[in-house]
């Protein structure tokens, strides 16, 4: 069964198993949520869950954002995400919370990596630098670039630029331990983002 829930990342720790075992963890504050919309084929042309996140004071919400809560008698949510191919019974204004997960459950996380500002080559694509000895003036420099009668740089060039902060998805990682009482998931291995970026949990396919 399709699930799935939007969280905040609060950073990584380690969890000890019942037989010994020490596992590296990402402890994701995971809802509660908020249905704010359901959409439909007839209406909408596809299927859908929007879900809410996070507290937000009304003025700082625009006329159509606010209106949007309103006409459903919901309390203004601060990120809003649509998931697709959700198996859960739900309706507009019904909860989600971290208790549809159980621990062993396979999911998949996706949020904004780091930004890592403006790299060069060598760190931002991992190529080889040039030679560092007998007066070489070669160390870091990108070389070549490509043929000489284009008089063009190709598209997709691997080139110095900014590095990070790109939507990226940890597929296949599995749900540790469920804290319901807190709200937290307990995932394995770690997620992208820094701490408190708003991460989308999803049931991994079969």
Not at 34 to 45: N, R, S
Not at 58 to 67: D, F, S, T, W, Y
Not at 96 to 119: L, T, W, Y
Request: aromatic share 6%; net charge positive.
């Amino acid at each position: 069964m399709a699930k799935a829930i939007l969280g905040k990342k609060l950073g990584m720790t380690q969890y000890f198993k019942d037989n010994g075992d020490v596992v590296p963890v990402t402890v994701v504050e995971a809802g509660p949520c908020v249905v704010t919309q359901i959409k439909t084929t007839e209406k909408d042309g596809y299927d859908a869950v929007q879900l809410g996140f996070g507290e937000v004071k009304k003025h700082r919400l625009n006329k159509p954002e606010l209106g949007q809560f309103e006409s459903r008698n919901l309390e203004p949510k601060k990120y809003l995400r649509e998931f697709k191919g959700i198996d859960l019974e739900l309706s507009e204004g019904s909860e989600v919370n971290a208790d549809i997960f159980e621990a062993g459950d396979i999911v998949n996380v996706s949020g904004v990596s780091k930004g890592k500002g403006f790299q060069g080559n060598i760190k931002r694509w991992n190529h080889h630098t040039g030679p560092m000895t007998h007066g070489s003036h070669f160390h870091r420099a990108p070389g070549s670039i490509g043929s000489v009668d284009a008089r063009r740089v190709f598209k997709g060039k691997k080139m110095p630029g900014r590095m990070g902060h790109t939507r990226v998805t940890e597929e296949n990682l599995e749900i540790v331990k469920v804290d319901l009482e807190r709200n937290v998931l307990l995932i394995s291995g770690s997620v992208p983002g820094s701490k408190k970026t708003i991460l989308e949990i999803k049931s991994a396919k079969n």
